[in-house]
């Protein structure tokens, strides 16, 4: 029991994680493209997010607190190292949070500074978001070739959060808005591949230990669906965004287009926790390790499988009240 | 924060007092409501500071000191970080009561706004 402990703790501090990118990543990659949005659109553009993105930040909260709660020694070397990020990106998210309220009370004349404000909080969460997972990849050693790979990655995560906002408008909205979309997507996916291509041949460069767990024989085989699984939903991607008539009018082409981003994504944690396991810092510290003691551990299992369920229950109740397009929302 | 505290109370039954003897308030009462706004923000940012220094030197008090705790990053990094909260901070707080301003005197059009009869979804989500 006590060595299984660390287990779920990393677990479900990978699921809280991976829940948070899936989530935030739309109303962030929402917030990027505001301005090419006009004032009519930036409105339902905010509404498309209005009642989801507090909820969906509370998930990054969830997976840092486990950190902290159940991985203290990690948590203390990972956040001090990753300070610059963090705090940029502290101070992107309270940019974000308060041009939300500010951008409709402050008054008519100050609407586009707020506009602007929102989309730049947006962008400086995403790139400190990429630019600490790559710092944390690379086993948060900041040499001149892993400085590179995060930057790459820093750069892959607008791209990533444009499409998963994109699926969401896709979901969401109708008319020209949902054509925008579309076109938006279209430019986006290329460079969001390219990066994903090069993030997947960099990392095993940028890391032997990586490498090494990736390219011995037997693993190479049973890994193959990690790699195979994320081709087929890039192509599925593709042949949606550039053939939309074979689903036009289709409400589950926007759940759809969603759905093989959620894979993409699912499969790269995949890859990632597989890099990393059974470390918590690359080449440094195992989860057993950085572990608190076993008593702590307990008391707080009891509270994680209590609360954990009840989070999930309640997002899945707040995405089916509001579920459904925007343009159909009207109180007379 | 205990003073602030006794102004709450102080200003509240002056009100109260106030309104129960004429259905009026002078122009002093007004002024001095109005500057109560702050008073809740600056009596938790003064509790905050006192259990702040208060608990000095301990982190956790009687456990852990925070020189034990401390990361070691150079102190520009440090001094840096602090000035760009501060500048935010400022920024936000000028923000701030310049919304509330722009707000409280516009209550006349808000009101004209409320009695119209159709309310649209978009509207709704500006709210």
């Given at each position: 029991?006590?060595?299984?402990?660390?287990?779920?703790?990393?677990?479900?501090?990978g699921?809280?994680?991976?829940?948070?990118?899936?989530?935030?990543?739309?109303?962030?990659?929402?917030?990027?493209?505001?301005?090419?949005?006009?004032?009519?659109?930036?409105?339902?553009?905010i509404?498309a997010?209005?009642?989801?993105?507090?909820?969906?930040?509370?998930?990054?909260?969830?997976?840092?607190?486990?950190?902290?709660?159940?991985?203290?020694?990690?948590?203390?070397?990972?956040?001090?190292?990753?300070y610059?990020?963090?705090?940029?990106?502290?101070?992107?998210?309270?940019?974000?949070?308060?041009?939300?309220?500010?951008?409709v009370?402050?008054?008519?004349?100050?609407?586009?500074l707020?506009n602007?404000?929102?989309?730049?909080?947006?962008?400086?969460?995403?790139?400190?978001?990429?630019?600490?997972?790559?710092?944390y990849?690379?086993?948060?050693?900041?040499?001149?070739?892993?400085?590179?790979?995060?930057?790459?990655?820093?750069v892959?995560?607008?791209a990533?959060?444009?499409?998963?906002?994109?699926?969401?408008?896709?979901?969401?909205?109708?008319?020209?808005?949902?054509?925008?979309?579309?076109?938006?997507?279209?430019?986006?996916?290329f460079?969001?591949?390219?990066?994903?291509?090069?993030?997947?041949?960099?990392?095993?460069?940028?890391?032997?230990?990586?490498?090494?767990?990736?390219?011995?024989?037997?693993?190479?085989?049973?890994?193959?669906?990690?790699?195979?699984s994320?081709?087929?939903?890039?192509?599925?991607?593709?042949?949606l965004?550039?053939?939309?008539?074979?689903?036009?009018?289709?409400?589950a082409?926007?759940?759809?287009?969603?759905?093989?981003?959620?894979?993409?994504?699912?499969?790269?944690?995949?890859?990632?926790?597989?890099?990393?396991?059974?470390?918590?810092?690359?080449?440094?510290?195992t989860?057993?390790?950085?572990?608190?003691?076993?008593?702590?551990?307990?008391?707080?299992?009891?509270?994680?499988?209590?609360?954990?369920?009840?989070?999930?229950?309640?997002?899945?109740?707040?995405?089916?009240?509001?579920?459904?397009?925007?343009?159909?929302?009207?109180?007379? | 924060?205990?003073?602030?505290g006794?102004?709450m109370?102080?200003?509240?039954?002056?009100?109260?007092?106030?309104?129960?003897?004429?259905?009026?308030c002078?122009?002093?009462?007004?002024?001095?409501?109005?500057?109560?706004?702050?008073?809740?923000?600056?009596?938790?940012?003064?509790?905050?500071?006192?259990?702040?220094?208060?608990?000095?030197?301990?982190?956790?008090?009687?456990?852990?000191?925070?020189?034990?705790?401390?990361?070691?990053?150079?102190?520009?990094?440090?001094?840096?970080?602090?000035?760009?909260?501060?500048?935010?901070?400022?920024?936000?707080?000028?923000?701030?009561?310049?919304?509330?301003?722009?707000?409280?005197?516009k209550?006349?059009?808000?009101?004209?706004e409320l009695?119209?009869?159709?309310i649209?979804?978009?509207?709704?989500?500006?709210?």
């Amino acid at each position: 029991m006590a060595e299984l402990l660390p287990l779920f703790f990393v677990f479900a501090m990978g699921l809280a994680l991976f829940i948070y990118v899936i989530l935030d990543g739309y109303d962030l990659g929402i917030g990027i493209l505001l301005p090419f949005a006009d004032d009519a659109e930036k409105d339902v553009l905010i509404a498309a997010i209005g009642p989801f993105w507090d909820a969906n930040e509370t998930w990054i909260v969830l997976g840092v607190g486990i950190l902290l709660v159940a991985f203290p020694h990690a948590h203390g070397i990972v956040l001090t190292q990753l300070y610059l990020p963090v705090t940029l990106m502290l101070i992107g998210l309270i940019l974000r949070g308060v041009a939300f309220d500010f951008r409709v009370k402050a008054g008519s004349t100050q609407r586009g500074l707020w506009n602007k404000i929102f989309c730049s909080g947006s962008v400086l969460t995403a790139l400190c978001q990429g630019w600490m997972v790559g710092a944390y990849i690379t086993g948060l050693d900041s040499s001149g070739v892993n400085t590179l790979f995060s930057i790459l990655i820093a750069v892959t995560m607008p791209a990533l959060y444009i499409l998963l906002g994109c699926a969401w408008l896709l979901i969401k909205t109708e008319g020209a808005l949902f054509h925008k979309a579309v076109s938006w997507a279209r430019l986006a996916i290329f460079p969001m591949g390219i990066a994903l291509l090069l993030v997947s041949i960099a990392t095993p460069i940028v890391s032997d230990l990586i490498a090494e767990k990736w390219f011995t024989l037997p693993n190479s085989i049973g890994l193959m669906p990690i790699p195979l699984s994320s081709i087929v939903a890039f192509v599925v991607l593709l042949w949606l965004l550039f053939r939309p008539g074979a689903f036009a009018n289709n409400p589950a082409y926007g759940w759809l287009l969603y759905g093989m981003l959620v894979l993409l994504c699912l499969m790269a944690s995949l890859g990632l926790a597989y890099s990393l396991f059974p470390d918590i810092i690359l080449g440094k510290m195992t989860i057993y390790e950085a572990a608190a003691s076993t008593e702590s551990l307990q008391f707080v299992f009891f509270g994680t499988i209590i609360t954990l369920p009840l989070i999930l229950v309640y997002t899945v109740y707040i995405y089916r009240v509001f579920s459904g397009k925007l343009s159909s929302l009207e109180y007379e | 924060m205990l003073a602030v505290g006794f102004a709450m109370l102080l200003s509240s039954w002056w009100a109260v007092f106030t309104l129960l003897r004429r259905k009026d308030c002078s122009p002093l009462l007004l002024r001095v409501l109005s500057l109560m706004t702050f008073s809740g923000w600056v009596a938790v940012l003064a509790g905050w500071y006192v259990t702040e220094v208060g608990r000095q030197p301990w982190m956790v008090y009687g456990q852990l000191r925070i020189s034990e705790l401390v990361a070691d990053h150079e102190p520009g990094t440090v001094l840096t970080t602090l000035i760009a909260y501060v500048l935010l901070y400022g920024f936000l707080l000028v923000s701030y009561i310049a919304t509330l301003r722009y707000m409280a005197t516009k209550p006349a059009r808000s009101l004209m706004e409320l009695q119209q009869p159709a309310i649209t979804g978009g509207e709704i989500a500006h709210g």
